[in-house]
């Protein structure tokens, strides 16, 4: 600021009388398309925010995989992804693995060569499409309904979304007293059979609060806002700087004093 009051200043003091001086102005096209930017880029922050939610789970709670029980079986990992999104189990154990519906129906099964199947008879199969359970269930998919197998990968593994393993609602729990104090909701369990014996996914869910997300969707629009106010400044001054005198480009004789 002192530099800039400095030169204007000195400007004034070698001005010739009657001179006429230009100000340098931001044409109409350079601010439509800054505005633009602005817009566009705070809408693509706060889409991409949104989707991240949705494709990631919800970063104020995390679903913590305790184990199997009765207890670990060799050669099956499991373990959760996208907070309280989604669960990653892979087979090498030499065993079929069998993932249990909401009605203990066969949802999903993992076969010893690495092939993966889900069964389009299994309401869950329906249920988990989508993270509050609002799809439409067949009245062909029922619990005592025979299997209908689909292979759906061959590489052993299995990720899929359990309404167990979330809060099914987009209010906060009444559990939660103080947003910002880790708070447990609930512990589950997911029943599965290894080599047809009984097996459970144990886990717990917890509230972290809004610290334990990533970068608030706020502070992203508010960074991208100033960064791009800052690039218009740096063109407002810059044509400004480099604003050419009027009678040096025009030969006009004086005229009035300065004007801005």
Not at 38 to 57: D, K, N, P, Q
Not at 91 to 110: C, F, H, M, T, W
Not at 157 to 184: E, G, L, N, Y
């Amino acid at each position: 600021m002192e530099y800039s009051t400095t030169r204007a200043a000195g400007a004034l003091r070698h001005a010739r009388p009657g001179r006429r001086y230009a100000c340098a102005r931001v044409p109409v096209p350079v601010i439509s398309r800054l505005t633009t930017v602005v817009v566009a880029t705070v809408a693509l922050a706060a889409a991409g925010a949104s989707a991240a939610s949705a494709h990631t789970g919800n970063p104020n709670f995390r679903s913590v995989f305790n184990g199997l029980s009765p207890h670990a079986v060799p050669g099956v990992k499991i373990q959760v992804l996208g907070y309280d999104q989604n669960y990653q189990l892979i087979n090498r154990s030499g065993k079929v693995v069998v993932i249990r519906g909401y009605q203990d129906e066969p949802y999903a099964r993992l076969l010893p060569d690495g092939t993966v199947e889900v069964n389009h008879n299994s309401p869950a199969f329906y249920l988990n499409a989508d993270r509050y359970a609002t799809a439409t269930v067949p009245a062909t998919a029922t619990a005592s309904a025979t299997p209908d197998w689909h292979v759906i990968d061959r590489t052993g593994q299995f990720i899929w979304h359990d309404h167990r393993m979330h809060w099914m609602s987009t209010s906060r729990p009444p559990a939660v007293k103080d947003p910002k104090k880790r708070t447990k909701i609930f512990d589950y369990a997911i029943p599965l059979t290894v080599g047809g014996r009984p097996t459970t996914i144990r886990g717990t869910l917890l509230w972290v609060g809004p610290a334990g997300g990533g970068l608030p969707v706020g502070a992203i629009v508010a960074f991208v806002v100033l960064a791009v106010a800052g690039l218009a400044l740096i063109v407002v001054v810059r044509r400004r700087r480099g604003a050419p005198d009027a009678d040096a480009d025009t030969g006009a004789g004086p005229g009035p004093a300065e004007a801005w």
